[in-house]
């Protein structure tokens, strides 16, 4: 099995959204899913965005994969690497591609002289969670994440 790891390009977008909506489903948030092909193209391959998508190849074939983009840490002082989103099929699980894409994306990260590599997990995943811990990544246990969508985002930031 040859494992290919590429960058993503414009003409990648149907294939992302089609990975995007595999994730939804399995995370069982399908109904969740409002991107489409054009809104993919802007918000990943448009001239300004800072977001970057990775494919995952197995015998010229997709597979998988990864979103993310950069962020920043005050207290270090350095860029972080920031894992938005990381897919491989369920057909392919175990064949070491997930692991690729994570050792590809360390390796962008010390590039990059990056502080930190981060992602969030859900927390009934275990298979997942214990695929991060086996690499040595450790949860952020002090941390809970929030966000603002929606009407509550809109709300916020009317004047």
């Not at 074939?61 to 920043?72: L, M, T």
């Not at 270090?76 to 392919?92: A, F, M, P």
């Not at 811990?133 to 002090?142: C, I, R, T, V």
């Not at 969508?149 to 009317?158: E, M, P």
Request: contains cysteine.
């Amino acid at each position: 099995m040859s494992i290919v790891i590429r960058e993503a390009n414009r003409d990648d977008s149907s294939l992302i959204l089609k990975f995007v909506k595999e994730l939804a489903k399995y995370e069982k948030a399908e109904h969740e899913v409002i991107a489409t092909v054009s809104s993919i193209e802007s918000s990943i391959f448009g001239e300004n965005s800072s977001t970057k998508a990775l494919i995952c190849e197995s015998n010229d074939q997709p597979i998988g994969f990864a979103v993310y983009f950069f962020n920043y840490s005050t207290w270090q002082g350095k860029n972080g690497l920031y894992l938005e989103d990381l897919y491989i099929r369920h057909s392919e699980r175990g064949s070491g591609a997930g692991k690729l894409l994570l050792k590809y994306l360390a390796k962008l990260a010390v590039e990059n002289d990056c502080g930190r590599f981060e992602w969030s997990v859900l927390e009934w995943n275990t298979p997942a969670i214990k695929f991060y811990e086996s690499l040595g990544a450790k949860p952020k246990s002090e941390w809970l994440g929030y966000q603002l969508t929606g009407a509550s985002l809109l709300t916020l930031a009317a004047f």
